[in-house]
């Protein structure tokens, strides 16, 4: 194997960090140049006809890639360098056979689930979900003959495995069929985890020659500190956007999981056209530097933030994933499917609206913006913003209060943080 393609050295396994520096990159292809340049092109010229031919064969599904068979390059809505070399580098990171990238964290959600369901179909998720992912399940996939089942309160695993239990069954006397369960995990923004394994488990029991494929969306604690794949999921989606990113200078999405239903989950990004660009590709492949290091640092800044935070008298709660002020079997359950808690966390202030805007303007190191893991530290306010389209019983139903205010935290001085921290809660 060429040594840009070895995930080894003799003996040893590379750890992901390492192979993010040249893995699936051959500068001897690129003039030497230690980066990848940026394939700035639509279109690929063939060597011959016959290349044309074999790698459309294989582009549009009609044979299988032969093992030692390097697929052509085509057009840049099919494949592209930048592209190819930036999902090799994501597959490391989750195990995964292969992964998919796509031109929002959106259009990786809604591709892949247009790929896996038809009219007809019962899909199951998870509430809270991000804004987005709940629009395209509550409004725009039951357009296309798709019926949604949502679900809160997950925690303790019984009111989801209830849910997949009976869309199963009713999808089955309506001669349709459960096509997926979508879970957030942790959920955005209370951070309650969703049991994976329990899901997981809940489907094998169903006893389906189909079972329904269970998908999640990593976005909050993947690639580093929680891996699905392991814990029985079938796909990982991701907005590129947050943490993977890590800049705030971008949009991008992916999808991650086995190849058969990667290529399921590739024809319609061909299709519809959701791929993105070799430029975000090529700002993506830098950021996949310095990801251990930014997800390392803001972690370790935001548990410094939440042990100092805990316990502040204008404070009710301090929501963290598997936090100390989680339930025990929120914990028991952190323990077994996180290996870290990452940097984004929400405060339940005492009052409502009034004590957490007060909050929230007089902050000034903490920028007021949506979205989340950049290396800048962010707050917002969800039920005002992300979640402000949600029923008052649906907010209350999540535990998406007036006085809830979620914070993302970056890669600053975290005494710097805590000092600003201190002095907006000062003048709530
Ligand atoms: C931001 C986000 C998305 C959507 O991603 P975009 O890149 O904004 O399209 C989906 N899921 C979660 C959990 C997110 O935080």
């Not at 190819?84 to 809604?110: H, N, P, Q, T």
């Not at 899909?123 to 709940?134: D, M």
């Not at 609206?353 to 909050?359: D, G, K, S």
Request: proline share 4%; aromatic share 6%; hydrophobic share 40%.
């Amino acid at each position: 194997m060429s040594k840009h393609r070895s995930r080894t050295l003799g003996e040893r396994t590379l750890a992901p960090e390492t192979l993010m520096m040249g893995f699936g990159y051959d500068p001897t292809l690129s003039e030497g140049s230690i980066k990848a340049p940026i394939f700035q092109t639509s279109t690929f010229v063939f060597k011959s006809a016959e290349d044309g031919k074999r790698f459309f064969e294989v582009a549009y599904g009609l044979r299988q890639k032969e093992p030692e068979e390097a697929l052509g390059l085509i057009y840049s809505r099919i494949n592209n360098p930048n592209l190819e070399i930036l999902e090799d580098r994501l597959a490391v990171w989750d195990a995964a056979d292969k992964a998919l990238v796509f031109s929002s964290g959106m259009a990786a959600i809604s591709t892949t689930m247009m790929a896996l369901s038809r009219p007809g179909d019962v899909i199951v998720y998870t509430a809270p979900a991000y804004g987005g992912t709940e629009y395209l399940f509550d409004r725009i996939l039951p357009r296309m003959g798709v019926r949604t089942v949502s679900v809160a309160d997950c925690d303790g695993g019984e009111a989801l495995a209830a849910a997949i239990r009976s869309a199963s069954a009713e999808a089955a006397a309506n001669g349709g069929r459960l096509a997926a369960v979508y879970v957030e995990t942790p959920a955005n923004p209370t951070n309650q985890l969703i049991d994976l394994q329990a899901a997981a488990a809940c489907i094998r029991d169903l006893g389906l020659a189909e079972p329904p494929l269970l998908v999640v969306d990593n976005t909050f604690l993947g690639p580093l500190w929680q891996k699905p794949l392991q814990h029985g999921a079938d796909l990982v989606l991701y907005s590129l956007t947050k943490y993977v990113g890590g800049h705030s200078d971008l949009i991008a999405g992916a999808c991650l999981g086995r190849a058969d239903l990667m290529a399921r989950v590739g024809e319609m990004r061909t299709i519809c056209g959701t791929i993105t660009d070799p430029h975000t590709a090529w700002l993506l492949m830098r950021s996949l530097e310095t990801l251990h290091i930014r997800m390392e640092r803001s972690q370790a800044n935001a548990r410094t933030l939440v042990s100092r935070l805990r316990g502040h008298p204008k404070i009710e709660a301090v929501l963290d994933a598997g936090g100390a002020e989680a339930s025990a079997s929120q914990q028991a359950l952190f323990a077994r499917q996180c290996s870290g808690a990452g940097s984004t966390f929400s405060l339940r202030l005492k009052g409502g609206e009034a004590e957490a805007f007060r909050m929230l303007n007089a902050l000034q190191l903490f920028k007021l913006a949506v979205s989340l893991g950049g290396t800048e530290s962010l707050v917002s306010h969800p039920s005002s913003t992300t979640h402000s389209d949600y029923s008052p019983e649906a907010k209350a139903r999540c535990g998406i209060g007036d006085n809830l205010v979620r914070l993302s935290v970056g890669i600053e001085n975290a005494d710097d943080l805590y000092a600003d921290l201190e002095r907006a809660l000062a003048a709530v």
